[in-house]
């Protein structure tokens, strides 16, 4: 198998390890997901796709593992998600990705229930009224859902608006990388205060500014407010993307660093203590960097 044939088998069957940045002083290390390797799977490459799938794959080293997300009954089809998941993307552009890389139109239930009509529920990048809260609805002009409240707005001036918090969520994590974390936590604290005003609670860009939060006490040390943060983030990405998704797993896993990072200093605390008690034992919920590296 040569050429363009043998490529598109083997970007069927792509690894992605986290790749790490960031140097041994930082406390939180941030992490993506690059191509490192190609390997063929012949009993897992058998598995359908779904964009709702009731299995996940996991690799360890050249081991796949398959566990099942959700009840499996006797004789019901065993799934796997290729990629394009319903909780990540659209049907449209869940079926491009399909067929650019796989070749097949997707007719699973779910691209079928999303051809056929929108979601009933409202949509998880949908702005909400400033005044009490309830979901805006419409096109060009937006009118609060309440039959209480008759606030409207544009959609080009939210939008104007979200831009703008994008933006100063930028220049906040910039300050987080370069160690002005208090300057950071300010500028967040802002935009938090800001998006609370025009976006729904499960709104990504309401999880990404408490996630940032989560990592700026976290490199504080005060592992109290990292975990209230960060279990903020992750009520948004249960919304999102689903109790049983990868996704939900990173940021439990997070989660887990956060509480055991602050056992450990609070522990280490009370030793310090006893052993010297004229030691200044400091605010509760706060202690100084430990050892432990922290992928955020």
Same mark, same amino acid.
């Given at each position: 198998?040569?050429?363009?044939? !043998? ?9 992605? =390890? ?13 992490? !993506? ?50 990629? =394009?998941?319903?909780? !990540? ?9 399909? !067929?650019?890389?796989?070749?097949? #139109?997707?007719?699973? =239930? =779910? ?12 949509? %998880? ?13 419409? #096109? ?14 544009? %959609? ?7 831009? #703008? ?28 205060? #800001? ?102």
């Amino acid at each position: 198998m040569e050429g363009k044939a !043998r490529t598109s088998v083997l970007t069927h069957f792509s690894l992605f =390890p986290l790749a790490l940045s960031g140097s041994e002083e930082n406390l939180i290390t941030d992490s !993506r997901q690059v191509r490192l390797a190609t390997g063929l799977f012949p009993v897992i490459s058998l598995l359908n796709h779904s964009c709702s799938p009731n299995t996940s794959v996991s690799f360890i080293s050249t081991v796949a593992t398959v566990r099942a997300s959700q009840q499996i009954r006797k004789g019901q089809e065993i799934l796997h998600c290729y990629g =394009p998941h319903k909780n !990540r993307m659209g049907v449209a552009e869940r079926r491009q990705k399909l !067929r650019s890389q796989y070749f097949f #139109d997707c007719n699973c =239930p =779910p691209c079928e229930r999303e051809e056929q009509g929108p979601s009933q529920g409202p949509g %998880r990048e949908a702005f909400c009224c400033h005044r009490c809260r309830a979901l805006l609805q419409g #096109d060009d002009v937006l009118s609060c859902g309440s039959t209480s409240c008759t606030e409207s707005v544009s %959609r080009d001036h939210l939008v104007s608006q979200l831009q #703008d918090l994008q933006q100063q969520v930028g220049i906040a994590r910039k300050l987080l990388r370069n160690g002005e974390l208090e300057g950071a936590i300010q500028l967040l604290l802002g935009c938090q205060h #800001d998006a609370e005003s025009f976006l729904l609670a499960e709104h990504g860009m309401v999880g990404e500014i408490e996630d940032d939060l989560a990592q700026a006490y976290a490199a504080l040390g005060d592992w109290e407010k990292s975990a209230t943060h960060l279990q903020k983030s992750l009520r948004v990405v249960e919304v999102r993307h689903g109790p049983s998704s990868v996704e939900m797993g990173h940021e439990l896993f997070k989660l887990a660093q956060i509480f055991f990072n602050g056992f450990v200093c609070q522990q280490l605390l009370i030793i310090c203590y006893v052993q010297s008690p004229g030691l200044e034992m400091g605010t509760p919920g706060r202690a100084h960097r430990s050892s432990s590296t922290m992928v955020l």
